[in-house]
């Protein structure tokens, strides 16, 4: 114990980047985030190694609703289809569809929001109408209006869950520039000269990322469980497409007695979402050790 | 009369909201493909009773006209009538507005009076196995989806155990789980926050002065901590009441209430524009009321706030 | 200095320590304090010095399960408060020990009315007086304090700082206390404002006469308000005096001369001021000898080795090495 306290540098010796990762690594709950998360991904990413697409479709009426077994680890549904499969398939739905969400929510947003808080004035006042407006709409209902325009898809769904979450990044971004454009040592910037763009780059970026990397993680969350619900509800993803929510809605009547076929799913999703907040909870902690609870 | 003045210009600031969320409404619900009359009519009528029902619905006149005669007919309280459905889309609403709204303040109500004392609690008794508890519910609730747990909860309390009715709303009992799976998250959101909030509050200053003044911990908690740390929950329960609504829509699903939600998940199927168009308008209107009666509440609890200005 | 007045606080050999998660910090390292009746001390020191801890530590409102007093006694007339009991505490509290913080931004409820808050001392303590009394008791302590009676209603956000000092002034005198502790209670302050507290404050004490510990890092505050200094340093009191003593005597602690170079002189232009070279050391992980050795223009070898013994004359106390030599080379 001694000697590794002696080699260690003083706290004052790391950067800010260093301090956080150091915070995040010490977070156990985080750290089984990254690593659930990690598993999920990875599953997903090798699906084809495990179970061939072709049985995500693959109707066997002779081996219908099989309990788990070695044939069959999750069973079969209704249909004979391997339950297995279908969540592997369904994973790459739920999850990839919730990255891009995020991104383009995330990117537009930052567009949006940076524009105003950057510029001010006419344009701030014009940008923040239409974001407080996007607002008043509860998204989960913007985006089935979206739906009932364009239609069932998987890409129609991304566009309809994303521009609901468009405001809120918009909102965050802003109000997060507007902080920092009037912080002291953004004047002191100025003052010795430094361009806007090396501003934005040296000074805002890098302080005001933060929030908003967290809160994007703990969005990711409640975008998952988004995609699920719109896909119980059928609409965006249609059978017989797999995806989380879709499987669980299409094994509806079945649960009462094959209870597996609701159950599994349910857990795949409650991990995902599970370890997305983990390690969202460890990012904002890691950030702003002073929120730490 | 301060805050009824506040509350008259929030009303009235509601309207051009109103107006230009509708105007966007319509502007999506424009890109709905279909011929709309075909689908009113069938396939069996002829070339010009369809164009003549166009007509007759002013589907062939531009956005814009549309748009005035929509927002003109609104104001004389028509929304119009169902394209797949032969009713009234403001009849039906008022008929099905009861059963969600009870079943949303219900669970608003139950998220709020569980959710509330369990993060205060679990604040006081930080570390404990409570508190631990508590953190450990709330982390399990916002990874769950709603539509899951209530159909996992459906399946033990009215399949398995036949302790209530399993849909429908043919009694009380049925009002008893569909809030509670639409409050459980919310509940979760509020045990957090109010934990938060009692934390961040317990640290403050002035709980010391109150300690220095000669309070013991329970009454400087109850005179001075939990007072002040309800303020930031208050607004959430505003903020909450919109994601409600729209968790209505998959409780009032799994459950089979013939509420607002399953009014519109049909009619987002069936592309009924005329009734999404009026559900999404209805539903902002009261989501909108909901955050101005919070924001008095607001005003009443936090002396800081001034509805003047 | 020799007083015969009754012994109000007497702190002996007191150690306090917070335990955090990967350090535990020592805060007060054997301090040891006198205060008599009517008496005014002034506690001066770096940030960090262990001042608030002290005076924390007094009321016994230490942070739960981090703060903790592991060594020392603290006698308040006669009774040992660090083993009395919650109970015994919650009497004395506001009643015969108040504490004036720091900060009066934030030293007050926000959401409660400033007359509520000072009757809530009254309503603690004196539950037996009629609310007529109690309404003419805090209505006197405001005019006391020189705020008018008639925005009791009103809030803390509707008062300005030296208005909110005033009040939390108010809230801790009017339980006439015998012991008032005073945190920085002007260090917030504009200067101006600084002034007229601490002439109320002033005021006040005659009017009853309590004993009062004044904390500061401000010497000026100090010579101006207090009869005796206590220079603590690393949580300890490294020096003792009156007043003359400490800024007119001609042996100060070199921490002292240091602290005492620091203050600008108005009169005396052509001086640049002398800061006091480093820090103080780490509370996590203090060093055996003096704490002072690191940064001591006249450190000597056994000074780092082991703490010196307090030398003292005519009651001013000096904990140092160099006295402690002189003292055997005298003998």
Redesign the interface.
Known sequence: MARKKKTKKPLSEYSAGELILFRFRKNKLAMIGVGMFIFVTLMILIAPLIRPYSMVVKQDIVHRLNKPSAEHIFGTDELGRDLLARILYGGRISLFCSLAIIGIAFVTGAIIGGTAGFFGGKVDTILMRVVDMLMSVPSALLAMAIITALGNGVWKLVLALSIGQIARFARMVRSSVLTLRNREYIEAAKCFGSSSWRIIMKHILPNGIGPIIVSATLTLGSVILSISSMGYLGLGVASPTPEWGTIISENKVNIQYYPYLGIIPGICIMLTVMSVNFIGDGLRDAFDPKSKK | MNWLKYALKRLLMLIPVIISVTFILFIILSFAPGDVARMVLGQDATEEQVAELNHEMGLDRPLLVRYVRYMWDALHLDFGRSWTGNFDVLGEFSHRLPYTLLVSFLAILFATGVGIPFGIASAIKQYSLLDYGSTFVVMLLFSMPAFWLGTMCQLLFCLTLHWLPVSGINSWKSFILPPLILGANTMASMIRMSRTSMLDVIRMDYIRTARAKGGSRRYVTRHHAIRNSLIPVVTQIGISFAGTIGGAVVTENIFAIPGIGTLLINAVKSRDVPVVMGTVIFITIIVGVINLVVDLICALVDPRIDLAS | MENDKKVVLEIKDLHVQYNTDDATVRAVNGLNLTLHEGEKLGLVGETGAGKTTLALSI?K?LPEKVGEITKGSITYKGEDLVTAS?GHM??????SI??I?Q?PM????????VGDQVL??IN??FPELSSAEKTKKVDEMFNMVGIPASRKGE?P?QFSGGMKQRI?IA?ALIAEPELLLADEPTTALDVTIQAQILELMRKLKEEFNSAVVLITHDLGVVAEFCDTVSVIYSGMVVEHGTVEQIFEGDGNHPYTKGLIHCIPSLTDTSKRLKPIPGRMPDPRNLPQGCCFADRCPNCMEVCKQRLPEPYEKDGHMILCHLYDEKEAKNA
């Open positions: 009321l409102l919650e919650l009497k004395l509290r506001g009643h108040s504490m913080f900060d934030t030293s007050l409820n926000p959401t409660m009315s809530e001392v603690l303590h809030f956000h939390v809230m």
